[in-house]
């Protein structure tokens, strides 16, 4: 089956960054798009009184340090709905590390974006300009969100707007060489 979802570019023809959604704001339970059966699955159950902040989703098109596409956290004000394609603009990485099923460290990295025209963030254009207090939330979700799983991940700083976009053009570089 062709894989609709994995196949669009990182980025719009006037280069804006596409991100879909695979998690709504308020969700409880991960979910993952499984491109061999053209469908999102529940991945994981987040613990008990955890809830994704802002919609989550990746950036079709790239392949990140682990394999999957690379990860975004889109800080809108409102909920939309899994397999919604937002076009977004990236404003810094919160830089994560956690064991891989092997038991090997490696990096799983946390792209966050704000979806183009949102005013959440006033002017803000990369993480280093948004409150401290919304970065220490976010850092503690992105860790008790895997709490309880043999992942151990810890979070290795945060990184701003110059840091996404090497990352979003390595991650793209490196699903490029996967096919």
């Known amino acids: 089956m062709s894989d609709p979802l994995h196949a669009l570019d990182p980025t719009d023809g006037n280069g804006k960054l596409r991100v879909v959604v695979e998690v709504s704001k308020g969700g409880q339970v991960k979910l993952k798009w499984d491109p ?6 529940a991945s994981r159950y987040l613990p008990s009184g955890l809830s994704y902040p802002f ?3 990746f950036v079709p098109g790239t392949k990140a340090e682990d394999g999957d596409p690379l990860d975004a956290l889109i800080l809108a004000d409102v ?3 899994p397999g919604v ?9 919160l830089r994560l590390e956690q064991d891989n ?14 979806p183009l025209g949102a005013s959440r963030l006033g002017d803000a254009r990369d993480v280093r300009e948004m ?10 979700f992105f860790l008790d969100a895997v709490f309880f799983t043999p992942k151990n991940a810890r979070a290795r700083g945060w990184a ?13 570089r490196a699903f490029r060489r996967k096919k």
């Open 131 to 140: 409150p401290g207090a919304l970065l220490d939330e976010l850092e503690k």
């Open 160 to 172: 701003g707007r110059s840091a996404a976009d090497k990352l979003i053009e390595k991650s793209a």
């Open 79 to 81: 909920p939309t709905w």
């Open 36 to 41: 061999r059966l053209g469908a999102f699955t």
């Open 101 to 114: 099923k092997r038991g090997r460290r490696e990096r799983n990295d946390r792209l966050i974006v704000r």
């Open 55 to 57: 919609d989550w989703g």
């Open 85 to 93: 394609v937002i076009p977004c603009e990236p404003l810094g990485v």
